[in-house]
């Protein structure tokens, strides 16, 4: 069974792989998916920039670097605010939800880059406990503030522990950084039938023990998990079961050419002296 997080969560580069027969099921978000709701304020430059131990963004944290809270700098895709993942420098931002062991989590969001500074390819990281680390790239040469050509992008992991966080890291230095936005994660639940033609091998029960066999994996189901799988998890962030692959969507290029525009001021931020930086 498949639920829907009301916060949008992406996990990158590598994702996991989805269970053919799992079902979706009603599942609790995390908030906030777009960055609509906080504490905003506009010095005038149609972004707001938050350091590293910010929260103004409700349910999200800057934990490393800085980035910027778009306003009006930009469209958003999906309602008015986004995120630029590199303010002054590369930043880090991420949020924890509940999740179930051995239950599969997709995350997609929404991806771009900020069109008015080098370099014209964006790199941004996504993770998520226990999970493996997916690379992504955005080419903005397509791009200008007006037209931001928003791609979606996803990741999945399988669940190792009762609470997850999931992290957006900017791999791109300077002030013109990836971007973005409305951030949804789907759980999906497996069955019995996802223990034959070897998934047993990539499958956890609610413990985090995996399965010697087939058979073990269907018992487990079929006893409504009184029967726990037979191997002990090996090692507390690497379980047997990391079912993971690369699944990203390539930038759709546009069909002609957009001017880049490309402004920058001084710009003082919080805890920061005067740094270049973008401006509106």
């Known amino acids: 069974m498949k639920?829907?997080?009301?916060?949008?969560?992406?996990?990158?580069?590598?994702?996991?792989?989805?269970?053919?027969?799992?079902?979706?099921?009603?599942?609790?978000?995390?908030?906030?998916p777009s960055f609509e709701t906080g504490t905003y304020a506009d010095p005038?430059?149609?972004?707001?920039?938050?350091?590293?131990?910010?929260?103004?963004?409700?349910?999200?944290?800057?934990?490393?670097g800085s980035v910027d809270w778009i306003g009006t700098y930009w469209l958003a895709d999906d309602g008015a605010m986004s995120i630029d993942m590199s303010g002054v420098e590369a930043g880090t931002i991420s949020q924890s939800f509940a999740t179930t062991i051995g239950n599969t989590?997709?995350?997609?969001?929404?991806?771009?880059?900020?069109?008015?500074?080098?370099?014209?390819?964006?790199?941004?990281?996504v993770s998520a406990t226990g999970g493996t680390v997916a690379n992504y790239?955005?080419?903005?040469?397509l791009n200008d503030l007006a037209n931001m050509n928003w791609v979606t992008a996803e990741y999945s992991f399988l669940a190792t522990s009762a609470s997850t966080t999931l992290s957006f890291i900017s791999?791109?230095?300077?002030?013109?950084?990836?971007?973005?936005?409305n951030v949804v994660v789907t759980e999906e639940v497996p069955t019995k039938d996802d223990c034959k033609n070897?998934?047993?091998?990539?499958?956890?029960?609610?413990?985090?023990?995996?399965?010697?066999?087939?058979?073990?994996?269907?018992?487990?189901?079929?006893?409504?998990?009184?029967?726990?799988?037979?191997?002990?998890?090996t090692a507390a962030a690497e379980p047997a079961s990391s079912l993971s692959k690369h699944s990203t969507k390539e930038h759709t290029q546009a069909t002609?050419?957009?001017?880049k525009k490309e402004k920058a001021n001084s710009h003082s931020s919080k805890g920061h002296g005067s740094k270049s930086h973008k401006s509106k």
């Open 3 to 32: 639920r829907r997080f009301g916060l949008g969560i992406a996990l990158g580069g590598l994702a996991a792989i989805a269970l053919a027969g799992a079902t979706l099921a009603a599942f609790t978000a995390p908030t906030n």
């Open 44 to 64: 005038g430059s149609g972004f707001q920039q938050l350091n590293a131990g910010d929260a103004s963004i409700d349910g999200w944290t800057v934990d490393a």
């Open 105 to 125: 989590y997709t995350v997609s969001f929404s991806l771009s880059g900020n069109p008015a500074g080098d370099p014209a390819v964006k790199t941004l990281d």
């Open 137 to 141: 790239t955005y080419d903005v040469t």
């Open 171 to 181: 791999t791109t230095a300077g002030a013109f950084g990836p971007a973005i936005d």
């Open 198 to 233: 070897g998934g047993w091998q990539t499958m956890i029960d609610t413990s985090g023990n995996a399965f010697k066999n087939q058979g073990d994996c269907v018992s487990f189901f079929a006893t409504k998990g009184k029967n726990l799988g037979a191997l002990a998890p």
């Open 256 to 259: 002609s050419q957009h001017e």
